[in-house]
């Protein structure tokens, strides 16, 4: 995002906007304790544009694109929909996968070394653009 005052200094108003929905959105994983914020020294590797991080107690997925369906006629040249992304790097202590947003519990997989997360669509009504799944 490139957002930043005018000339003038002051804000303008669509971007005054957008500064309020990217501050719910962090707030909706986890406010000042949302993984966004931590280092990537040794990242987990997604497919396309998904990664992970590393926390002292737990993995965080952060997973791009979850379309209502993956036919690209209806969601766009990006569309993939739920269902498995895999990822590695990923800590294979774990066992249990759930979404910040709304704590619903994903199944989780690992075979050598790499991890499958079974994503679930957003609920209805809703598309936060990137979801987060903690790993524990």
């Known amino acids: 995002m490139n957002l930043g005052p005018t000339e003038t200094g002051a804000l303008p108003e669509y971007e005054t906007a957008l500064f309020h929905l990217v501050g719910k959105w962090i707030n909706l994983h986890g406010g000042d304790q ?4 931590l280092r990537n020294l040794d990242p987990i590797l997604g497919q396309e544009e998904d990664f992970g991080v590393h926390a002292e ?3 965080y997925l952060f997973v791009f694109d979850i379309t209502a369906t993956a036919d690209p006629r209806a969601s766009g040249t990006n569309a993939r929909g739920a ?3 895999t990822f590695r ?5 774990y066992t249990r996968a ?3 947003d709304s704590g619903q519990e994903l199944k989780l997989e690992h075979s050598s070394d790499v991890t499958t997360l079974h994503t679930t669509g957003y609920p209805y009504g809703t598309n936060t653009v990137v979801r987060i799944a903690k790993l524990s």
Request: without cysteine.
């Open 34 to 37: 949302n993984p966004i914020y």
């Open 57 to 59: 107690d737990a993995d």
């Open 83 to 85: 269902g498995p992304r």
């Open 89 to 93: 790097g990923v800590n294979q202590k």
């Open 98 to 100: 759930k979404w910040l």
